[in-house]
């Protein structure tokens, strides 16, 4: 009776372990995004490629967006277009969400390779004003 009732305590104790590495293994959270008043807080700088959701909440006092963009360029050696915004038109774009109002939050899920990527808000004079971060998506 004693060996099957430690035998029964190592398989759940087993058990245990092979739950704890599996969710381990499963998608992250989301990467908590806030977006101020020129700029963008990243709860990490990196993730790992696939897909990456990134949680964005406006803690600012106007509407920002989120431009998701694959470049290896410095953020002042972005293309820029004859209204002073970033030409979007001339970067691997990945993804974005418009307009996201004051105490809004939202979700976007996006495929990354890895890489390295800027995350800029381009509206009018936002970018020019420092909002954009960089984030890494590793192998």
């Known amino acids: 009776m004693s060996y099957l009732f430690g035998r029964r305590n190592m398989i759940v104790g087993a ?7 599996l969710s381990s293994c499963g998608t992250p959270g989301p990467i908590t ?9 990243l709860s990490q700088p990196s993730a790992k490629n696939g897909k990456v959701t990134f949680r964005m909440t406006n803690s600012g006092s106007v509407t920002h967006e989120f431009v998701v963009v694959q470049t290896d360029l410095a953020a002042d ?21 418009g307009d996201i109002e004051t ?6 899920t996006l495929d990354l390779h890895p890489g390295r990527y800027l995350i800029i808000c381009n509206l009018p004079g936002h970018f020019q004003k420092g909002m954009y971060t960089e984030f890494t998506a590793t192998p």
């Open 15 to 21: 058990l245990g372990v092979a739950l704890l590495v």
């Open 33 to 41: 995004t806030t977006l101020t008043d020129y700029a963008f807080k």
């Open 77 to 97: 050696k972005l293309p820029m277009n004859a209204d002073g915004n970033v030409d979007e038109e001339k970067l691997t774009s990945m993804g974005e969400q």
């Open 103 to 108: 105490g809004k939050t939202l979700d976007l």
